[in-house]
């Protein structure tokens, strides 16, 4: 186990502990706030090959149970647990669904709207594929700063650290990620939102056999594309924007629509790029 995973695991299992003994003695405490979102998406390479990209549609649902608790007028607490499954129409091996709970710690500098806050996560969560071997454990952590500077305008900076341990070690891997975004409150009723992100670490992608850049003989196939594709684990590079533009409906729905590009630089020159467009909608209870 690489040293960065081997952090990622001791640092969760630590703030899962000051968590729960926090949430214990906080001295207001909210309801348990459901949130509910469905997602359709159209990635345009799946494979993440560098060529003949396969293309694909995904549904998703999402429902996540959350409380809070003010442990003091600069600290608040959170707990959640939430489950996810997404369903893809033409490549059903990449079907996925995952359930696991979240915790983390808010310090807000100073009183008022315009109060920096600096938000620390970490999540894990068990997550079943319907391809067998890829089926694990995930973890993350996060740390995220975030001010409003202007009525319209708040940005935010953020880092997290993520690690997957799956029963085949071809579909595993750490790695990090560092991301910059900014939040444009157009009216009450309409959001854009711009990020930048820049990830190193391990990254699942598919390739074929009978590409010339392939050697050293066959490899274990994992079915999902038929023939003779592959997958292998490869170290990588990524940088990636997203735009989206969000509509409230009321005080608790949200409708979004976006467009994610992103390219990708793993070793021996097999590099990628992806773009997801996604319609979303977002209902808190």
Avoid at 253 to 276: F, M
Wanted: proline share 3%; glycine share 8%.
């Amino acid at each position: 186990m690489s040293n960065s995973a081997r952090f990622l695991r001791a640092f969760s299992s630590s703030l899962f502990s000051i968590m729960g003994l926090m949430m214990g003695v906080g001295s207001i405490q909210a309801a348990w706030k459901p949130t509910l979102s469905a997602t359709v998406d159209h990635n345009d390479n799946v494979t993440r090959s560098l060529r003949d990209e396969k293309s694909d549609f995904a549904a998703a649902a999402d429902i996540d149970f959350s409380t809070l608790r003010i442990l003091n007028r600069d600290w608040q607490g959170h707990l959640a647990g939430f489950a996810r499954t997404r369903h893809w129409q033409d490549w059903s091996g990449l079907d996925q669904t995952e359930a696991g709970v979240r915790t983390g710690l808010r310090r807000k500098f100073g009183l008022g709207p315009y109060a920096p806050r600096l938000d620390l996560s970490v999540e894990g969560a068990r997550v079943f594929a319907a391809t067998s071997p890829w089926t694990g454990h995930r973890l993350a952590a996060s740390l995220r700063l975030q001010r409003r500077f202007t009525p319209i305008v708040t940005a935010a900076a953020s880092v997290a650290l993520d690690r997957f341990d799956a029963r085949r070690s071809t579909y595993s891997g750490t790695g990090y990620t560092a991301q910059l975004g900014a939040d444009l409150d157009l009216t009450r009723e309409w959001r854009l939102a711009l990020s930048a992100r820049f990830r190193e670490g391990d990254r699942t992608a598919w390739c074929r056999e009978s590409w010339p850049e392939i050697t050293g003989g066959p490899h274990w196939q994992d079915g999902i594309f038929g023939g003779d594709w592959f997958p292998y684990r490869a170290r990588a590079r990524t940088s990636g924007v997203t735009a989206s533009l969000a509509r409230a409906i009321g005080s608790s729905t949200t409708i979004a629509a976006s467009i994610d590009a992103s390219e990708s630089k793993a070793s021996k020159g097999r590099n990628y790029s992806t773009q997801v467009l996604s319609l979303q909608f977002i209902h808190v209870f």
